[in-house]
């Protein structure tokens, strides 16, 4: 049987870790992709909801172009639609998705609406689930807050409640015919050239997603 640690007769302390070494590098060189795999870094993101800035920037000055640059490849693609709508990026893992003016209308395709999953959700059109959030929200809501917390911090801000059935009050007074998903509870702060909806689910009151829009 061999033994590799053992030196043989005649050779030099050398010769034999040298062919220690050769013994025992194909499993060194095996291990090593699985290692670098393990080492991939995930990137921080930052959302200052009320001031509309991710990572320091103003989000809607962000174009498809750097969304990508920064986080990637998306787990998910939606087409633009007919030029009123640009395309829609999904990050199921980091619990985002973004979604781009037409590039009709904006050639740079920046972000018109950026959401924010803080509670695992099924995204049934991608078949794929959002996984919370894993970023930094300022500020730092999450989906143990309640709406009624919601209202009490952002009191300063003004937020207005809108209930699921003065959604679909509002939706059929618009002349939409089509059936409505599943509505949830809106908490909206208007700022200046954004909006901020808070998502809660209408019988816990618990928040489930936030979105920021131009």
């Not at 200052?48 to 640059?69: K, Q």
């Not at 986080?71 to 990026?89: C, D, H, K, W």
């Not at 059109?125 to 709406?147: C, E, I, M, S, Y």
Request: proline fraction near 7%; include cysteine.
């Amino acid at each position: 049987m061999y033994e590799p640690f053992r030196r043989s007769e005649g050779g030099t302390r050398t010769e034999t870790l040298l062919r220690n070494i050769r013994w025992f590098l194909p499993l060194i060189l095996c291990l090593l992709p699985l290692q670098s795999q393990a080492q991939v870094t995930k990137t921080e993101i930052t959302i200052e909801l009320l001031n509309g800035l991710l990572n320091s920037r103003p989000a809607f000055s962000w174009t498809l172009n750097d969304v990508t640059d920064l986080l990637g490849r998306p787990s998910a693609v939606e087409n633009p639609v007919a030029g009123i709508v640009g395309a829609r990026l999904h990050y199921h893992e980091a619990g985002v998705s973004f979604w781009f003016e037409a590039p009709q209308k904006d050639p740079q395709q920046k972000v018109f609406v950026l959401s924010i999953y803080l509670s695992k959700t099924w995204d049934a059109r991608n078949r794929n689930h959002f996984q919370p959030f894993r970023g930094t929200l300022v500020p730092t809501v999450d989906a143990n807050w309640k709406a009624d917390h919601i209202l009490k911090e952002l009191a300063p801000f003004n937020p207005k409640v809108e209930t699921v059935e003065e959604q679909r009050q509002k939706a059929q007074a618009s002349g939409l015919r089509t059936p409505l998903p599943d509505l949830q509870e809106l908490i909206r702060v208007q700022r200046d050239g954004h909006r901020v909806n808070f998502f809660v689910e209408p019988n816990t009151k618990f928040l489930e997603r936030v979105t920021i829009i131009k």
